[in-house]
């Protein structure tokens, strides 16, 4: 049913994206997707959160700087599909509802993703490629916010010299620190 749900969004947008016609596609009776997502937010945040946990995956390469500019590459590509935009357009209006709940959804998926993505940063603490004591969420969040805030609110131009200076601006003056962990 998720899966309908994201091609129902993808093909017709959120201003038709209901219930019924997600159930349509997805073969069953609209009450299935009605008693497991009794509001038209939650079925789509679920439906686009299960998509952006598959869409970028956090790569190991061996090297900081490699591993943040296929991360980063990867949320890029995604942006830049208007199909998948469209999807994170629809998320961002689910979230702006009155729905708590649905919004400690969103933040918990997001506060997901950064722990994930934060591997990197942990990984290169140890390889001493970063300082110690460098919050690996928050340097996550720092890297990735220049992307989502271009596609989501500005509508800059994504050009992929935006994945260099963004890990640039956010590695650059955390790996001039001369405190270092080193390496077991």
Excluded: C
């Excluded at 998720?2 to 997805?26: I, K």
């Excluded at 509001?39 to 900081?64: Q, S, Y």
């Excluded at 934060?118 to 992307?147: C, F, H, S, W, Y």
């Amino acid at each position: 049913m998720l899966t309908a749900a994201r091609e129902e969004l993808l093909d017709n947008g959120w201003d038709a994206f209901s219930h019924r016609a997600t159930a349509r596609r997805a073969g069953v009776d609209p009450a299935t997707v009605y008693r497991r997502w009794p509001t038209r937010p939650r079925l789509a945040v679920d439906a686009l959160l299960e998509m952006a946990g598959n869409a970028a995956p956090v790569p190991d390469t061996g090297a900081l700087r490699d591993d943040l500019a296929s991360f980063l590459g990867s949320i890029h590509e995604v942006l830049l599909n208007p199909r998948l935009l469209r999807l994170f357009h629809a998320l961002s209006i689910a979230t702006a509802t009155d729905d708590e709940e649905l919004r400690e959804m969103v933040r918990g998926f997001w506060s997901s993703r950064f722990e994930q993505a934060g591997k990197m940063i942990e990984r290169g603490i140890q390889r001493g490629e970063l300082p110690v004591g460098v919050d690996a969420n928050r340097t996550i969040e720092q890297l990735v916010a220049p992307l989502y805030f271009r596609a989501l609110v500005s509508g800059e131009p994504l050009e992929e010299t935006l994945i260099d200076s963004s890990i640039e601006a956010v590695v650059a003056p955390t790996s001039a620190s001369p405190t270092r962990s080193t390496q077991s």
